[in-house]
């Protein structure tokens, strides 16, 4: 590959510092196995006075800590497969078509796998 060292270095040290964010937002929104039984069981068995907009509520704020956590976990996957990939020296390749991803493109997206035209082709 032809991306020099320090380049190199700079796009692992960003992908290093955002897999700490992911890290951190999954334990964030981290329900740790609780279902939604578990969330909204309280509300709805304190008391007959809990208005449903109550429970929607809760319902939503679940939802969306599930959604976030599992797109947070999806990425962290990308992360750390590009790490290991700059670890065994196939960092930068195509994962289609076996060309040199451009070093723009890798600095705007450290984690691809595919040059812009497969990208392109894959997003149809």
């Keep these: 590959m032809s991306i020099d060292t320090d380049r190199l270095q700079g796009l692992r040290d960003e992908l290093v510092e955002y897999r700490e964010r992911l890290t951190a937002t999954i334990e964030h929104h981290d329900l740790a196995g609780a279902t939604m039984s578990d969330s909204i069981g309280e509300l709805q068995s304190s008391s007959t006075d809990n208005h ?70 894959q997003a149809r």
């Design 52 to 121: 449903l907009a109550d429970t929607a509520s809760e319902t939503y704020e679940r939802e969306l800590d599930e959604g976030l956590e599992e797109d947070a976990r999806g990425q962290l996957r990308e992360v750390d497969a590009a790490l290991a990939r700059m670890d065994s020296g196939s960092y930068g390749t195509c994962a289609r078509c076996g060309k040199e991803i451009p070093l723009e493109r890798l600095e705007a997206v450290p984690w691809t796998t595919l040059c812009i035209e497969d990208a392109r082709k």
